[in-house]
């Protein structure tokens, strides 16, 4: 695929941006990943997936602003399926997404990270969103994600100036999950996916649909919609084979085996 890299290990899908030197994403690599994590989405087998960039001095760059100067129209459309990168806006994703970020995750390399559920980073990462600086905005993402995760008058701050925050300040702040030295990235982030698939996948979709569907509201409100039928993930889950089995299998002694429904 276009500037993308893909391999499947068991339940987990890898994504590796390839394109030197800065992994920058154009059209034809957002639409790739596109249509890479809507398969992703569509695969039963598939329970995570990890986005990485190739190299050890860019996770990605962001929109390629060189293919851009040439013509390459850095909007919606151009973006693909799934918005940039195929992720920002694929808001029916649910399944754990994982950003092991190897290097610089600048604009909309910074957007493709926040986009994602889980962030392991090495040491000497670095993230900024410096779309002021160019005379544009951070509007995949970045303007509304960052303050969500991390305290809003320092991702104004952020925003305003375009300036860069390392590995060290992000994980202080809660946007990156775990720092690990560079030889110990994707080790990390697949100990991580191997995590999340022991878990029951139907769990799993209901956490992030319900985190999804609740996400702006009070706590009062998100009983409600839990309790009400709004979020149907929930309920399904709740009302699985699997909601019966773990308990079981726990009294037992036993690893429970999951079947999905």
């Known amino acids: 695929m276009e500037g993308v890299r893909i391999e499947r290990h068991g339940g987990t899908l890898e994504l590796t941006i390839d394109r030197p030197k800065a992994n920058a994403i154009n059209s034809a690599t957002s639409t790739a990943m596109g249509e890479a994590f809507i398969a992703f989405r569509d695969d039963p087998e598939l329970r995570v997936a990890i986005v990485t960039g190739a190299g050890d001095r860019f996770f990605s760059a962001g929109w390629d602003l060189k293919a851009y100067a040439a013509g390459d129209p850095g909007d919606a459309e151009a973006f693909g399926p799934g918005g940039l990168a195929g992720l920002t806006e694929l808001f029916d994703l649910d399944k754990p997404v994982i950003a092991a970020v190897n290097g610089y995750a600048a604009g909309g390399g910074f957007e493709l990270a926040l986009a994602c559920d889980l962030i392991v980073a090495v040491p ?62 994707l080790g990390g982030a697949r100990a991580l996916a191997a995590e999340i698939e022991a878990a029951a996948p139907l769990a799993t979709r209901a956490v992030k649909a319900v985190l999804a569907a609740t996400e702006r509201m009070t706590v009062e409100g998100a009983f409600t919609a839990l309790r009400d039928g709004s979020i149907p993930a929930y309920d399904r889950a709740m009302g699985s084979a699997d909601a019966e089995e773990g308990p079981r299998a726990f009294a037992e002694g036993r690893e429970p085996v999951w079947r999905g429904e």
């Open 124 to 185: 000497d990462a670095r993230f900024s969103l410096p779309e002021v600086k160019l005379g544009l905005v951070a509007d995949s993402g970045g303007i509304f994600r960052l303050s969500r995760r991390m305290p809003d008058a320092l991702a104004r701050e952020l925003l305003l100036t375009g300036k860069p925050i390392d590995a060290a300040e992000a994980a202080r702040w809660g946007i990156v999950n775990h720092v690990v030295e560079r030889e110990r990235l």
